[in-house]
């Protein structure tokens, strides 16, 4: 796991720069290249082959052809791959997955990544082709950032890199709106800064250096069925997935929730791992939202696991807010991102690099709650209706009711009236504070959602997952940690689309498969509860922290973004929240994130 840049001309000084930026990525080694048009630069963190064997940028000479790349991330079927191509005649010098990387490209060019399990961004150079193969993988578990302007390329694995150059800073009003309006980010391309993209995942461009000119090509998608699979079938899948998440040359440790996901990756992870695994957790001050008393039912189970907790307080909030958004390269949205830097901070407290979590899960089995009215409409279409019954009638009971009845009822009937909502609610937020961006900008075209895989598509590639795995890889690499995601397995995905849509939902019991799957590994008061209460920190309340309080009277005074909304009316509405009287939180929330990343950056709005 490490940080990768590069731009298309030669300049060592300028991309020895980037890669310094980047330093947290990989504080155990760095190295630069420079050629004729090209300058790559590289941080490491090392996990496989912890020699100097495994340093980068690497190059590969095979057949009188070489190619040098700068890579991030873990290619897991490596071994695999590289006994294939020494059965060819490559040779190779250190036990690195990265090697097998430029080989694989001078055996079978841009297309080699179809073989490759794993999590990846990188660049590879083609000396004699004057070629830069960028590629992302998959699901996009590892970021790729680029600049591309005037026939200038510039490429890293965080935003910070590519401001080391003379770029514009400008807001990019699109992403601002859609934040300010409707509370999302990294839910497109796009960044918050204009003339910054992200390569699309399970996407390759092939950059000339002659010609300045860039193509792209989609090399994946989850393939579609709808077949019975069985729990021996899943399982064996799962644990496959799994096994392979685990190699590694420094210890492996386990984000850990009362969940059904992580626990499942910990119960498996005991498989293959027998002595003590460190595991990870959080809970909030006061207990609430503490998982230790379930969780201590998975620990009786499985006492290899020693567990660590941290907690979620308004002093490390307040202290560290600033440093996160620092690290996102942009404002991020509510909480989750906090959460999940406070538990890499907490693995790297420990000296761990390598954290298998349960990321995914959700978006490939259908978790969430707006997943139900998609499930029930796609019984109905297939007049399986005595079956509709009884899950509507489950419905009715769960946990959750007042969530799925309200999801139905926008997803099914009243789209328009949810629309029409939500307009309203732009409307008033628009006049409240003034805000100068146009609205119109915040809706894109509505996704052809047609069945349960389109909905599980939609997650996957546009609306959920891409900002959860952007958030969670900035999160973790900010304290040199690397995440692992099981249910990212390619193998994995296209098994679950795949599956009978009948399968996903049982008895109001959302991802079944994994639950009937996973019985007698994971404890059934965990694996069965029909609801899992989501992590609520209580990130509003931290905004009546005296230091904060101070914050927002000093910097809004002269604000960056009184470009964007009335400073005045944001001030009023916060000293309305402060009295206790109903206010815009979530804008208060974002406006201020808003505000210190436009300074933090020197960002024009």
């Not at 009023?572 to 406006?591: K, P, V």
Request: charged share 30%; glycine share 6%.
């Amino acid at each position: 796991m490490c940080g990768i840049a590069g731009f298309n001309w030669r300049d060592e000084r300028l991309v020895k720069k980037m890669a310094d930026a980047l330093q947290h990525r990989g504080p155990d080694d760095e190295g630069i290249f420079a050629d004729e048009g090209i300058s790559l630069g590289h941080r490491r963190l090392t996990i496989l082959d912890l020699s100097e064997r495994g340093h980068q940028p690497m190059a590969y000479e095979h057949g009188g052809r070489s190619a040098v790349i700068v890579y991030n991330g873990e290619i897991y079927n490596f071994r695999e791959i590289r006994q294939e191509l020494e059965g060819k005649g490559y040779q190779f010098r250190s036990t690195s997955d990265t090697e097998v990387i430029p080989a694989a490209y001078l055996e079978w060019g841009p297309g080699c990544v179809a073989r490759f399990n794993g999590m990846w961004a990188f660049a590879i150079y083609d000396i004699a082709r004057k070629q830069v193969l960028l590629s992302r993988d998959r699901f996009g578990e590892k970021p790729l950032h680029y600049y591309f302007k005037d026939g200038k390329l510039i490429f890293a694995s965080e935003i910070k890199a590519i401001l080391v150059h003379p770029v514009r800073r400008k807001g990019n009003a699109r992403e601002i709106s859609d934040y300010l309006y409707m509370g999302v980010v990294n839910h497109r391309l796009d960044s918050f800064f204009e003339d910054i993209q992200m390569l699309a995942p399970a996407h390759n461009a092939i950059f000339d250096l002659r010609t300045k000119q860039m193509s792209f090509d989609k090399y994946y998608e989850p393939r579609y069925g709808n077949r019975r699979v069985s729990s021996d079938e899943f399982l064996g899948v799962l644990r496959k997935s799994v096994q392979s998440r685990l190699v590694s040359d420094v210890p492996i440790s386990v984000s850990l929730s009362s969940g059904t996901d992580s626990p499942s990756v910990a119960a498996l992870t005991t498989e293959f791992i027998k002595g003590p695994i460190k595991a990870f957790s959080t809970a909030t001050e006061g207990a609430i939202g503490d998982e230790t008393a379930l969780l201590s039912r998975f620990l009786k189970k499985y006492p290899q696991y020693e567990l660590e907790k941290t907690y979620l307080s308004e002093d490390s909030f307040c202290r560290h807010y600033r440093e996160i958004i620092f690290h996102m390269d942009e404002p991020f949205a509510r909480q989750s991102a906090y959460v999940r830097w406070v538990i890499a901070n907490l693995t790297h407290k420990y000296e761990r690099k390598v954290l298998l979590n349960g990321e995914g899960a959700d978006e490939v089995l259908g978790g969430y709650v707006p997943f139900e009215p998609y499930f029930l409409l796609g019984l109905a279409r297939r007049s399986m209706f005595g079956r509709f019954a009884r899950e509507f009638v489950s419905m009715l009971f769960h946990p959750e009711r007042q969530r799925i009845l309200e999801s139905c009822r926008g997803t099914l009937f009243l789209k328009r009236s949810v629309r029409k909502q939500q307009e309203e609610g732009i409307k008033s937020l628009q006049q409240k504070f003034q805000i100068k961006i146009d609205r119109a900008q915040v809706y894109g075209p509505p996704p052809r959602i047609k069945n349960v895989k389109d909905y599980l598509y939609e997650l996957l590639s546009v609306s959920s997952l891409p900002r959860l795995l952007n958030c969670n890889d900035k999160a973790s690499m900010a304290n040199s940690v690397e995440s692992r995601a099981p249910y990212l397995d390619h193998e994995f995905v296209n098994l679950a689309f795949s599956m009978d849509e009948r399968d996903f939902i049982v008895n109001g019991r959302r991802k079944y498969p994994l639950r009937q799957a996973m019985r007698g590994l994971v404890p059934d008061e965990i694996l069965f509860r029909k609801s899992k209460d989501a992590f609520q920190a209580p990130i509003f309340d931290y905004l009546r922290n005296e230091s904060i309080r101070q914050r927002i009277r000093q910097i809004f005074r002269d604000a960056r973004t009184a470009s964007v909304f009335d400073s005045k009316a944001y001030l009023d509405e916060y000293e309305q929240f402060l009295s206790g009287h109903g206010a815009y939180r979530l804008f208060l929330l974002h406006g201020l994130f808003l505000e210190e990343w436009a300074r933090m950056f020197d960002v024009n709005l």
